[in-house]
């Protein structure tokens, strides 16, 4: 308190010199308080900081949680896919076998020992029907040049009693021999 006193007495104001007299220096409480408002502007700025980190921290956790979900719709899918083709694949061998078997199977019933370059081309040609999946019926009237449309009017006509007549009457070798001359001399007319 003496000191504060001499302060005083030296023209000092009181609460300078109470100030000095505890260890402060004059002006030093202000320059503390003028500190202390920087610190909290700094302390204010640092908190809005740390709001906008947390908001884009948890902006991005969302982000990442919606492409963690995306990339695990997308490896299902993938799944699915790959389970799919591998299904495919094995269905494309099974079909692959099943032709080898046909083909081999066609190979070993039907000889060609003795054919031709002629025969062995229908044949070919016969095989490659059957291949492409068409019934034998169809393969074979094909390749002999017939559709089964015609075979079929030709079977039709067989049944209509004047074509029965016809072969009734090429069956007997008398009549064959005029009927033959006969169409013979009919075609030759035209």
């Not at 993938?78 to 066609?106: H, P, Y």
């Not at 044949?123 to 075979?151: C, K, M, N, Q, W």
Request: charged share 30%; hydrophobic share 40%.
């Amino acid at each position: 308190m003496r000191k504060c006193a001499t302060l005083e007495a030296g023209g000092t104001s009181a609460h300078d010199a109470l100030l000095a007299s505890a260890g402060f220096q004059a002006g030093e409480i202000e320059a503390l308080r003028t500190r202390e408002k920087q610190s909290e502007e700094e302390l204010k700025q640092a908190r809005e900081r740390e709001a906008q980190l947390q908001r884009a921290f948890d902006q991005a956790k969302t982000t990442i949680a919606q492409r963690d979900k995306e990339l695990k719709d997308i490896r299902q899918i993938l799944n699915k896919t790959a389970e799919t083709e591998k299904g495919n694949r094995q269905s494309i061998e099974a079909f692959n076998r099943q032709i080898t078997e046909l083909q081999l199977a066609i190979k070993r019933t039907i000889s060609t020992e003795g054919l031709g370059e002629h025969a062995l081309a229908v044949l070919s040609i016969f095989r490659d029907r059957l291949a492409r999946g068409e019934g034998i019926t169809e393969a074979a009237l094909g390749t002999a040049g017939y559709s089964p449309t015609d075979v079929e009017s030709a079977l039709a006509k067989q049944g209509r009693h004047e074509m029965r007549a016809f072969e009734a009457l090429l069956v007997r070798s008398s009549w064959r021999q005029r009927l033959v001359l006969w169409l013979l001399g009919a075609t030759n007319k035209k």
